[in-house]
Antibody
Framework: EVQLLDSGGGLVQPGGSLRLSCAASEFTFSSCALSWVRQAPGKGLEWVSSISGSGDTTYYADSVRGRFTISRDNSKNTLYLQMNSLRAEDTAVYYC???????????????WGQGTLVTVSS | EIVMTQSPATLSVSPGERATLSCRASQSVSSKLAWYQQKPGQAPRLLIYGASTRATGIPARFSGSGSGTEFTLTISSLQSEDFAVYYCQQYNDWPRTFGQGTKVEIK
């Protein structure tokens, strides 16, 4: 069974940095595009970023472009989200998610991690 | 950016009744529309993709329809486990966008 395990969340001050990780198992990691989706407390879902299976193509929401960097290490079956210049409005549960199939992030999100909470506050 | 608008925000339905949820896109997304279900404290679950195809393991009481800009998710006979928040999402264009959600609650 496909598994995605999110980690790395925590409390960080405004302007600070944090790196999220998503450890994947039970599928051919490099063959699948991945994404990060976040959910602020009591709010809806917001797509954050996506990356192709090879890692050479990335996409970002305008709200995080220039501050967040998505990457993957296919030798470690791990997805990352480096978050810099964090703001209060970045406070959310962050989910990693895998597309239904394919190396390009052109499909819906079938598999989801359990989420990791990021709190940006002084 | 394609704006996804869901209605109603909250739907009160009795168990066994039919629920109809709507999702409108600000421009055509073809059939690249997905529906997700989310229960409190859980990650979202994919229900429908391609506007009308049920994901593996999703009961037949869930059905999707529409194309272009107007979409509908129908739950034919609500079961207790169906009370949740439902989101639509377009994956036709970047950035990917979700609707604001429809909460289906017990009447």
């Amino acid at each position: 069974e496909v598994q995605l395990l999110d980690s790395g969340g925590g409390l960080v001050q405004p302007g600070g940095s944090l790196r999220l990780s998503c450890a994947a198992s039970e599928f051919t990691f490099s063959s699948c595009a991945l994404s990060w989706v976040r959910q602020a407390p009591g709010k809806g879902l917001e797509w954050v970023s996506s990356i192709s299976g090879s890692g050479d193509t990335t996409y970002y929401a305008d709200s995080v472009r220039g501050r967040f960097t998505i990457s993957r290490d296919n030798s470690k079956n791990t997805l990352y989200l480096q978050m810099n210049s964090l703001r209060a409005e970045d406070t959310a549960v962050y989910y990693c998610a895998r597309v239904m199939s394919g190396k390009l992030p052109a499909a819906p999100l079938l598999y989801w991690g359990q989420g990791t909470l990021v709190t940006v506050s002084s | 950016e394609i704006v996804m608008t869901q209605s109603p925000a909250t739907l009160s339905v009795s168990p066994g009744e039919r629920a109809t949820l709507s999702c409108r896109a600000s421009q055509s997304v073809s059939s690249k529309l997905a529906w997700y279900q989310q229960k409190p404290g859980q990650a979202p679950r994919l229900l429908i993709y391609g506007a009308s195809t049920r994901a593996t393991g999703i009961p037949a009481r869930f059905s999707g329809s529409g194309s272009g800009t107007e979409f509908t998710l129908t739950i034919s006979s609500l079961q207790s486990e169906d009370f949740a928040v439902y989101y639509c999402q377009q994956y036709n264009d970047w950035p990917r966008t979700f609707g604001q959600g429809t909460k289906v609650e017990i009447k």
